[in-house]
């Protein structure tokens, strides 16, 4: 043990030596939490609450303190607050504080940033029920908790809220599974509410039966499967970063529009999703199974097809080279809710993380999101 300790200390040496911005970043999830709680200190406006929930979990929100209207931002799947607080040159959150909007940044159980690694000693591999799921956990549970939440904290009676990828999905399901009394409108980036596309689907596939299991039209959780759907080991992740530019990472990324240092670092950043996430995501939005449609495979309940019960103002955001959640099935979510006032918006060039991550993000995509949230109300 002591010898394997040896080497990983003598590996990370090595690569802080050869390649600093490397383990600048897989040690950022602890040097970024000091910084938080020194920044509060400092009256920055950024505050930092882990906030239980009823099944004695817990969710993290970072806030970004405003005068204005409260909003809620949802990371995707895997991830976490990071993606909408990368660094100074590219945060939505700073972004919308600098115009007044008082941004609130949700973690999800399970999602700190850490990288959730096999063996790395600031990650403290966070306990995972396999059976959290997607609709009653995530939504009825953490997002639920958030909200009521930041409506305690602010006074506001109704928020907006935000999501990107399947944060978006949670948006979605709140408004029409929960109610939309609290919200005064929905913002989603990257987030079709549709079946996965072939193409992002077959890359999982052969690991599917590993977490879960088709009962007929439902799917559920194996019992003696996988707790999680976890990310890389930390060799893994260097090995990964340090040949990435030759690889095809279209999926998440287009022509360098986020720039490489950031597409590197993401992989130190991941998180694990339960089991139960896995299975209605991945068995749930199964494109030759649904009709292209994306349900919950324990209920059959039809997210596609209920579109139309969302009724408050939204902003659809795609990236038009995003082939995870692409343009053109958003845009038929865009035709398909029931909202009068509704906006979409399809950004050339743009693949599934360059819509918050790249380097125009400021100057193209942002101001778009503070001018509809700014012709809404304070």
């Known amino acids: 043990m002591c010898l394997q300790w040896n080497r990983f200390i003598v590996l990370i040496l090595l690569l802080s030596l050869f390649f ?3 383990t600048d970043i897989s040690f950022s999830s602890s040097i970024q939490v000091a910084k938080f709680k020194q920044a509060h200190l400092m009256g920055s406006g950024k505050e930092i609450y882990i906030v239980s929930t009823r099944d004695n979990s817990s969710i993290t929100l ?4 405003g005068d204005m209207r409260s909003i809620i931002f949802i990371h995707g799947m895997g ?4 993606i909408y607080d990368f660094d100074e040159n590219h945060s939505l959150a700073r972004y919308l504080q600098s115009k007044g909007w008082d941004v609130w940044l949700l973690d999800l159980r399970t999602h700190d940033g850490d990288g959730d690694f096999l063996f790395a000693p600031w990650s403290d591999r966070e306990y995972i029920n396999r059976y959290w799921d997607f609709d009653n ?7 639920v908790t958030a909200v009521d939440f930041v409506k305690s904290q602010t006074g506001w009676d109704k928020i907006f809220l935000s999501g990107h990828s399947y944060g978006g999905y949670l948006a979605y399901a709140y408004a029409m599974l929960v109610g939309e009394e609290n919200l005064s409108g929905i913002i989603t980036t990257s987030a079709s509410p549709y079946a996965n596309p072939e193409v992002f689907q077959q890359l999982f596939r052969s690991e599917m039966t590993e977490y879960g299991y088709y ?3 439902y799917a559920y959780v194996r019992p003696d499967g996988k707790t999680a ?3 890389a080991s930390l060799l893994g992740c260097i090995f990964y970063a340090l040949t990435w530019k030759f690889f095809d990472h279209s999926l998440l990324f287009y022509n360098q529009i986020t720039p490489l240092y950031i597409q590197r670092k993401c992989l130190f ?6 089991a139960g996430v896995y299975v209605d995501m991945m068995f749930g939005r199964e494109p030759n199974k649904y009709d292209g449609c994306w349900v919950d495979p324990q209920t059959l309940y039809n997210y596609s097809k209920n579109l139309d019960k969302i009724s408050v103002p ?5 990236g038009g080279e995003d082939p995870q959640d692409p343009a053109s099935d958003i845009y038929q979510a865009y035709q398909s809710v029931g909202s009068i006032d509704k906006t979409f918006y399809s950004f050339p060039d743009h693949s599934h993380m360059d819509i918050l991550l790249g380097d125009d993000a400021n100057d193209l995509i942002f101001p778009v999101i503070a001018n509809w949230l700014k012709e809404r109300g304070s």
């Not at 950043?269 to 339960?274: G, K, S, V």
């Not at 939204?314 to 795609?318: D, E, R, T």
């Open 20 to 22: 600093p911005s490397l």
């Open 229 to 231: 759907a976890y990310p």
């Open 79 to 82: 991830s976490n607050h990071i």
């Open 137 to 143: 956990t995530l939504l009825r549970i953490d997002v």
């Open 62 to 65: 970072t806030r970004y303190k």
């Open 269 to 274: 950043l991941a998180d694990a999703e339960p």
């Open 215 to 217: 009962d007929g039209e």
């Open 314 to 318: 939204i902003l659809f955001i795609a």
